[in-house]
């Protein structure tokens, strides 16, 4: 359930001790390919899928990416072993792409997350016309959980350069078979995601007014403190015209930070926040951006009721908090509106 509109609350995001992370999203990391499949006794339409690696350049590494398109056949469910989570999609590997000129969805996930963190909205997308695009970013996916990447500011920089790389990766050297209309690009982006997307619209992060409860003893919390943060150029992404944005980190502390953001977006906040992301600081931005943006409030949901719903199976086999919502919050039925609402957001701003 969301509601829209407007909520006048100001405030800052709060950044989080990675340290615990690390131990809380352990049983999140190294997500396989389709390893493990079981047919299920459902039918229901599919999504098709491609497996991509961006090959390392100039700019960063190799990053993993999943493709998907339109798929015009219906498949059994299979369930993905994602290092011990098991995670049902509807997808059929390569799957024949009939559809010409395919508007782009890029996807960007949150901290120790992966490319398949937001599956379920990218099949809905997928089923509805798009070709959708997630990563694994660089320097804060579950593949860098144990290292020392995601606690280096850097982790934050080089996001938008992750992104930029994928819709490169996809101009220049083109999929067989899959025609993607790069002048109608959209994005998605969570937590880190969000603030990533909010950089790429043309916001400029603020590192030195800081308000955020950052404790020295996090290594990107002391660079900041120190006014050690890289120099570092705009990540404005002039190819991207349309953005939905959940429950962003917040480096934006003002109108200034983020007046140069001129496309529309679609403002997701939790009610209860969580992860250092509190609904003050996400209104907040709403307030701050020049344009007012389509805003929704999901009510009685936490931080990580954004990502995709888990299985029964999932829950069990994953004790952190990944899986975990407030008594009542039902995430499987939230995701279905949450999925419309996105869906028809793109619709509105990439297709009409």
């Known amino acids: 359930m969301s509601h829209s509109g407007s909520v006048p609350l100001v405030g800052r995001a709060v950044t989080y001790k990675l ?52 798929c015009g056949s219906s498949a059994p469910a299979i369930i993905v072993d994602r290092s011990g989570i098991p995670t049902t999609m509807h997808v059929i590997e390569n799957c024949p792409v009939t559809r010409k000129r395919l508007p782009l969805i890029v996807i960007s996930h949150g901290m120790f997350e992966d490319r398949y963190s937001h599956f379920d909205t990218a099949e809905f997308l997928a089923d509805a016309g798009f070709a959708v695009v997630a990563i694994n970013h660089s320097q804060d996916s579950t593949l860098d959980i144990g290292g020392k ?124 926040g969580g992860m250092g992301v509190r609904p003050q600081e996400v209104s907040a931005v709403a307030m701050n951006l020049p344009e007012k943006p389509e805003f929704h409030l999901a009510v009685a949901a936490t931080h990580l009721s954004f990502d995709c719903p888990c299985s029964e199976e999932a829950k069990s086999a994953n004790h952190t908090i990944v899986c975990v919502d407030p008594p009542g919050f039902d995430r499987v039925t939230f995701h279905r509106t949450f999925n419309e609402d996105v869906a028809a957001f793109f619709r509105k701003h990439l297709l009409d």
Request: glycine residues 8%; proline residues 8%; contains cysteine.
């Open 19 to 70: 340290g615990s992370l690390k131990r809380l999203y352990f049983g999140w990391v190294g997500v396989s390919l389709l390893i493990v499949m079981a047919l299920l006794p459902k039918i229901a339409e599919a999504a098709g899928i491609r497996h991509i690696v961006i090959p390392a350049d100039g700019n960063g590494p190799k990053l993993l990416a999943e493709l998907w398109t339109p």
């Open 149 to 272: 990447s995601a606690d280096d500011i850097s982790a934050f920089l080089v996001r938008p350069i992750d992104i930029k790389r994928t819709i490169d990766f996809l101009e220049y050297h083109p999929l067989a078979g899959v025609d993607i209309n790069l002048r109608h690009i959209g994005f998605f982006g969570f937590s880190r995601g969000g603030y990533t997307g909010l950089v790429l619209a043309g916001g400029t992060p603020d590192f030195n007014t800081l308000v955020l409860q950052c404790p020295p003893i996090v290594h990107m919390c002391a660079q900041i403190q120190d006014h050690k943060v890289p120099t570092h150029a705009s990540g404005y992404e002039p190819r991207i015209s349309a953005y939905v944005i959940a429950d962003p980190v917040d480096f934006f502390p003002d109108k200034s930070s983020l007046k140069n953001v001129h496309v529309p977006i679609q403002l997701w906040s939790s009610e209860l």
